[in-house]
């Protein structure tokens, strides 16, 4: 099985940085994307950023697009998530995620029902 444990949350001003990790154990080629998503209390799990294990291509939601940078280091499979300029809408519990889908070379998949393991999550909290 694949088991994905997160960390590098926590608090920050606006305008802050964090660098959110997220340990891949268990990890086989059945893994073909990852991703990070986020979910605020009442509303739906989003997807963030993600990317295709060979780096090839990856995801932004317009909302983070130019203030974050997700990563994957292949040689210890850590999935990473830069965020830069954190914005009090980016408060929410974010989870690591792996799936098996391939959309192909242009569509890296990031919607909640386009992966297969999760993480626990970590919170982040961006104050104004």
């Known amino acids: 099985q694949v088991q994905l444990v997160e960390s590098g949350g926590g608090s920050v001003q606006a305008g802050g940085s964090l660098r959110l990790s997220c340990a891949a154990t268990?990890?086989?080629?059945?893994?073909?994307?990852m991703g990070w998503f986020r979910q605020a209390p009442g509303k739906e799990r989003e997807g963030v950023a993600a990317?295709?294990?060979?780096?090839?291509?990856?995801y932004y939601v317009d909302s983070v697009k130019g203030r974050f940078i997700v990563s994957q280091d292949s040689a210890d499979n850590t999935l990473y998530l830069q965020m830069n300029s954190l914005k009090p809408e980016d408060t929410g519990m974010y989870y690591c995620?792996?799936?098996?889908?391939?959309?192909?070379?242009?569509?890296?998949?990031?919607?909640?029902?386009?992966?297969?393991?999760w993480g626990q999550g970590t919170q982040v909290t961006v104050s104004s």
């Open positions: 995620a792996a799936g098996r889908i391939y959309g192909g070379r242009w569509y890296v998949p990031h919607r909640v029902h386009e992966y297969h393991y």
């Open positions: 990317i295709y294990t060979g780096g090839s291509s990856t």
């Open positions: 268990g990890y086989t080629d059945s893994v073909i994307s």
